[in-house]
């Protein structure tokens, strides 16, 4: 974590794009200049905050797809590269639920990570979830890996417990370990983040939903890192902007605790 952000337990903050072409909620009329200016504000806002990492996402292209079509991650990639002089810190790649599309955008922008469900097979809401492996055996030159094994809207199909699928998941490569909650802005098990933790010594395993200002110290004593979307929107609605005063907020309380611990 401290050679690709700079610093121990980073806060990586959630950059959701507005819907993008081909999705049902998309605004075809004005195109992406509004989906641009909205991400530009949000960017400015937490790059303000002094956040260690941004990771962007598609998170308004409700319903989800299993495989996004090739014009989802043009559109990111556009997006991204548009913002790309302004971007201060590491940034990622989510391309919700396709692996394979994030790593294609990440590529072409020059992101440092991404976030997605790389291993396992998972019964969900939009249908069985299942990584192309063919495709994620690829070279992905230094492209950091940040593997999702407990996804949100999902379950495990089989009897392999969390653990299990953590360890399987690093003993494939992955470079983090993701535990979020069972659905977008609902918290980490953290206990369950502690045993992942404590069973694959060595890679970081990161919270991945559900961290507010008033749980980032319990968070960070367990996890090597938090990643942060909807507590730092206004009024903590996944869709609304970011609120400056609540990303400083977070921030703050974050590095208190780095700075209490030591990171």
Request: glycine share 10%.
């Amino acid at each position: 974590m401290r050679d690709l952000f700079g610093t121990g337990k980073p806060v990586i903050a959630m950059l959701h794009a507005r819907a993008l072409p081909g999705r049902p909620r998309h605004d075809a009329a004005p195109g992406l200049k509004p989906v641009t200016e909205a991400l530009a504000r949000d960017l400015d806002a937490l790059q303000r905050a002094g956040v260690d990492g941004l990771l962007f996402c598609n998170e308004a292209d409700l319903p989800y797809q299993l495989r996004a079509g090739p014009e989802i991650a043009a559109a990111m990639a556009a997006l991204v590269g548009g913002l790309r002089s302004g971007i201060g810190v590491p940034f990622g790649i989510d391309i919700v639920w396709d692996p394979v599309a994030s790593l294609a955008v990440a590529r072409a922008t020059g992101a440092s990570f991404v976030r997605e469900v790389f291993t396992g097979v998972y019964e969900s809401d939009l249908g069985v979830m299942q990584p192309r492996q063919e495709r994620l055996n690829e070279k992905r030159e230094t492209i950091s890996i940040f593997a999702n094994i407990t996804p949100e809207f999902a379950s495990p199909l089989g009897q392999r417990t969390t653990i299990q699928r953590a360890r399987g998941a690093v003993c494939l490569g992955v470079d983090a370990v993701l535990i979020t909650g069972p659905i977008t802005g609902l918290p980490t098990d953290l206990a369950e983040l502690a045993a992942v933790k404590a069973a694959v010594p060595g890679t970081p395993v990161l919270a991945s939903t559900g961290v507010t200002a008033d749980t980032v110290r319990q968070t960070l004593e367990i996890a090597d890192g938090v990643i942060v979307g909807t507590h730092l929107k206004y009024d903590g609605v996944t869709w609304n902007p970011v609120d400056p005063a609540r990303a400083h907020t977070f921030m703050d309380r974050a590095k208190r605790a780095r700075e209490e611990m030591a990171v």
